[in-house]
């Protein structure tokens, strides 16, 4: 198996998911909000190989319905729209026709396939959407606007945009992977209000991509929450557009596993992103679990831990008190020996072997007022681990949610 070493990747500096080859994006304000951008596109040259996860939430929106059953048609896609300010969500069968029509337009507006326009929208629940104002964004598409302008047109509560490229070797051809994201509340392990676009000039078999962003998300995207909320719009879509004439890239590939570990650090740091970016957020929380008989199994202690509210709101206090991690760690109804845990706030051993160690409970809170928090947890019971990340609970995302609608 390759192994992705520094030499053989970069990170791009003010990434995006234009950095690619091939790829173009945009973003312009239609009236679905007062002011900000509300409206955005990306757009490959040639159709791209597509593959896509979406959210467990039984309510699904319309879109994203549009979407998944584009892809598992056609595999291929070569334009998405988004817009904010309005999920186009529990709209009924005047939702549905509402996102066909969206795709409709944006294909004759690209001069694309129908079937090759992927549609995502994000925002409030339940309101149908204004067609007048989303057909004059979609007449927009295409005009001199910059991929900046996407980022900020598919943000709703975010309070910054999420971007990130970088670069690798694959073929003595120089591939580039980018991607955009936005998310910050109504996010949950499954995902959430959550949507991600990531685009590479790689060419890639659709089922081998497919398979790949499964095996990803569940280790990156899957493994963020902010408040345990999952919401009814998300999703991650992937576009390859070979633009760089590498050999088709699938299983039997040999340096398959390089490009596997590259989309995996593409994906993990937007959702990093996502996690520092919640709402009312001070702080990043990563929570890493080993020891574990399976790598599940310490992915399900580790969402526990970071799903906690009073876990979050010690961090956010920074109470050094280690007792609400043992008491996720304890319900997460995984298999463990409550006498082998151990837990660690940094690089401060608090539990070993399931009794208390004095520590400095001055040293524990100043280390919680870092903005990335590390809480470790050995379950001495296997070789398995898993990493998740969250944030701080904090009164500013009580007030956020008091008044999202109003």
Not at 30 to 35: P, V
Not at 166 to 173: T, V
Not at 232 to 261: C, R, Y
Request: charged content about 20%; aromatic content about 6%.
């Amino acid at each position: 198996m390759a192994i992705m070493t520094e030499s053989t990747i970069q990170v791009l500096k003010d990434g995006h998911v234009t950095s690619p080859k091939g790829f173009t994006a945009g973003g312009i304000h239609c009236g679905l909000r007062k002011e900000k951008l509300d409206f955005g596109w990306i757009h490959s040259e040639n159709p791209a190989a597509a593959a896509g996860v979406y959210t467990l939430n039984t309510f699904q929106a319309a879109p994203l319905k549009v979407t998944k059953n584009s892809i598992e048609q056609e595999k291929h896609i070569q334009t998405i729209i988004v817009n904010s300010a309005n999920a186009n969500s529990c709209t009924g069968e005047q939702g549905y026709s509402d996102a066909l029509t969206m795709q409709q337009w944006a294909a004759e507006k690209m001069d694309v396939s129908t079937d090759h326009v992927a549609v995502a929208s994000t925002g409030l629940i339940g309101v149908p959407l204004p067609m007048d104002k989303i057909k004059k964004g979609i007449d927009l598409m295409g005009s001199e606007t910059s991929t900046e302008d996407f980022e900020h047109a598919i943000l709703t509560t975010d309070t910054v945009t999420k971007h990130t490229a970088i670069q690798l070797e694959i073929d003595n051809k120089t591939i580039t992977i980018g991607g955009a994201a936005k998310g910050s509340g109504m996010i949950h392990p499954n995902m959430a209000t959550m949507l991600s676009f990531i685009t590479t000039d790689a060419a890639v078999d659709p089922d081998s991509l497919q398979h790949a962003l499964r095996e990803v998300t569940n280790k990156s995207f899957n493994m963020i929450t902010v408040d345990g909320d999952s919401s009814t719009n998300d999703m991650v879509l992937v576009l390859a557009n070979g633009q760089q004439n590498n050999n088709l890239l699938n299983e039997s590939h040999p340096e398959w596993a390089t490009f596997i570990q590259a989309l995996q650090l593409i994906s993990e740091e937007l959702a990093k992103m996502i996690a520092r970016d919640g709402e009312g957020a001070t702080k990043l929380i990563e929570v890493n679990v080993k020891g574990a008989p399976t790598e599940e199994s310490a992915g399900q202690v580790a969402k526990a831990v970071i799903s906690s509210n009073l876990v979050k709101t010690a961090v956010y206090g920074s109470d050094p008190n280690w007792g609400r991690i043992v008491c996720a760690v304890g319900y997460s109804e995984q298999p463990l020996d409550p006498e082998k845990i151990g837990v660690s706030l940094g690089d401060i051993e608090v539990v070993k072997d399931g009794l208390p160690l004095e520590f400095d409970e001055g040293e524990g809170k100043s280390y919680l007022e870092n903005k990335t928090v590390k809480l470790g947890i050995d379950l001495q019971n296997g070789s398995c681990e898993a990493t998740a990340w969250g944030c701080d609970l904090t009164y500013d995302y009580v007030k956020i949610n008091a008044s999202y609608r109003t």
